[in-house]
Structure formats: C-alpha cells, structure tokens
T-cell receptor, first 112, second 117 residues
C-alpha cells in the first residue's frame, strides 16, 4: 500500500544536538511538506518542496533545514539553533497543487 | 495574508447530539481550496473533504455535512447524531497557489471534540 512513512515515532535528544527526522513516500507525489504541531497552536508550516532539489521556507523555518535529493524523500533536520524543538512533527505530500495532503503518522521529538 | 480561524477550542457533547464545528477563512485569491481533517488520538491526520472556491454546494456524507458560504468566508462542519468514535481534533485548512506555482496549506488551530457516552 502507498503511503508516507515517518521514522522514528518517538525521538529523544539532548539539548545542543542536531537531529534528523525521516520522511519517505511511495505515492509518487511531487509536493512534500513539514509541519510542526504544538498544543493549542494547530499545524505550522516549516518547509515545503514542490520538486526535487528545490524547497521553500514556511512560516517557522528558523532552526530547521531540509533537503530534497530524491522525489520520495524529504528529511527534516532540527538544529541546535531551534530554541524550542520539543514538538510533534508531521510530514505530508500531495499529488498536485490544491489536492488533499496525505500525512504520515508523525514523529514526537523530545529534547531535554 | 491567508488565515484560518477555528474559534472553538474544545466542544463537549453527549452521544447522539448534533454538533457544528466552525471555520472562518481569509484569502485574497478567487481560486482556493478548503479542507477538513480529523486527527484521532493516534496522531495521523485523516482527510475528510475538499471544496474548491467555485463550488458552494453543501455536501453530505453519512452523518457528516459541510456548509460552504463564500459570503461569510465560512466552511462549517456538522456531525449529526454524534458518536464516541467522533472524538478527535478537527482541523480546517486553506490551500492557495503562490506565484511560484507551488501551493501553500494553512491550518486552523483545531477544535477538540469530545463525545460523551
């Protein structure tokens, strides 16, 4: 079955360490997105990519970085510059602009 | 700028009651899409419906119905005869094209629905 796989489901890191969250899709979707979810704040857009080797900053890109070397993969790195990295991270993809987003199961990152 | 407002943070109803979740949006574009998603406790967002800006027909799917009114920039979601399994966080979202040709999706803050047995 096609879908989006995020790994790991839970991730724990010490403050000051960079950490990379994996997102892989086998839906053949062009567009991919990373969102951050905090209690009471809904989903906020971190980065998005329409095609391979191209991506744009979302509303809260500071302290994050991404790459899009393959159509299927859109990893997110949470750097030590991110002031409050503990959150639930969701990866999504869509086949065309305006199509529904398909979401992964999310990664819950805890930084202490 | 685009914005989606879900003013209801949390709603509690007793099973079999009807409940309406409100969504108000802001956009400058004439072409856009509106969505509703359900997020159960497991965390994954489940797509429920998409509406484009040119289709104001209301839609019904089983116990779910949606009311899209461009005049008030609202896209409300009603659950009829609610069930405990409807308990979840519901998100309204807006998608519109950017000048680069990509699409940006903006989400509201969500409404937590609790259906009590």
């Amino acid at each position: 079955d096609g879908g989006i796989t995020q790994s790991p489901k839970y991730l724990f890191r010490k403050e000051g360490q960079n950490v990379t969250l994996s997102c892989e899709q086998n839906l053949n979707h062009d567009a991919m997105y990373w969102y951050r979810q905090d209690p009471g704040q809904g989903l906020r857009l971190i980065y998005y990519s329409q095609i391979v080797n191209d991506f744009q900053k979302g509303d809260i890109a500071e302290g994050y970085s991404v790459s899009r070397e393959k159509k299927e993969s859109f990893p997110l790195t949470v750097t030590s510059a991110q002031k409050n990295p503990t959150a639930f991270y969701l990866c999504a993809s869509s086949i065309t602009g305006g199509s529904p987003l398909h979401f992964g199961n999310g990664t819950r990152l805890t930084v202490t | 700028a685009q914005k989606v407002t879900q003013a209801q943070t949390e709603i509690s109803v007793v099973e079999k009651e009807d409940v309406t979740l409100d969504c108000v949006y802001e956009t400058r574009d004439t072409t856009y899409y509106l969505f509703w998603y359900k997020q159960p406790p497991s965390g994954e967002l489940v797509f429920l419906i998409r509406r484009n800006s040119f289709d104001e027909q209301n839609e019904i799917s089983g116990r779910y119905s949606w009311n899209f009114q461009k005049s008030t920039s609202s896209f409300n979601f009603t659950i009829t005869a609610s069930q405990v399994v409807d308990s979840a966080v519901y998100f309204c979202a807006l998608s519109e094209a950017l000048t680069s040709g990509t699409y940006k999706y903006i989400f509201g803050t969500g409404t937590r629905l609790k259906v009590l047995a």
